[in-house]
């Protein structure tokens, strides 16, 4: 199993947990908008240490978002494996040829 696999696997058993036992139930019962709200945050975030050029830092907040990626995708009822068909999809293709394809 992908690490990826198994944290939406994680993410999906703890999404009904208690609040005050789980980070990824407290998110959750926020909201879709707050899950996308601490989406934007950790992109930020990723992005500074990307321009900071420290890579271990990236590395870290490159963790923390593609877990929040997640989570607020469970929040918003999206299943990760219907953004990994659409990736999937996309491969093989050139990123600019696939760009021009989609509707605006």
Do not use: N
């Not at 407290?26 to 992005?47: D, M, N, Q, S, W």
């Amino acid at each position: 199993m992908h690490t990826l696999d198994a944290l939406w696997q994680t993410i999906q058993a703890r999404r009904d947990a208690d609040p005050d036992e789980s980070w990824t139930a407290k998110l959750i019962a926020r909201g879709p908008e707050k899950c996308a709200e601490k989406f934007g945050e950790e992109a930020i975030e990723t992005v500074i240490e990307a321009v900071r050029g420290d890579r271990a830092r990236l590395a870290e907040e490159g963790a923390d978002l593609l877990y929040h990626f997640c989570v607020m995708l469970a929040a918003a009822d999206v299943d990760l494996a219907e953004v990994m068909a659409r990736l999937e999809a996309r491969t093989g293709r050139s990123g600019i040829t696939e760009k021009a394809s989609r509707a605006d």
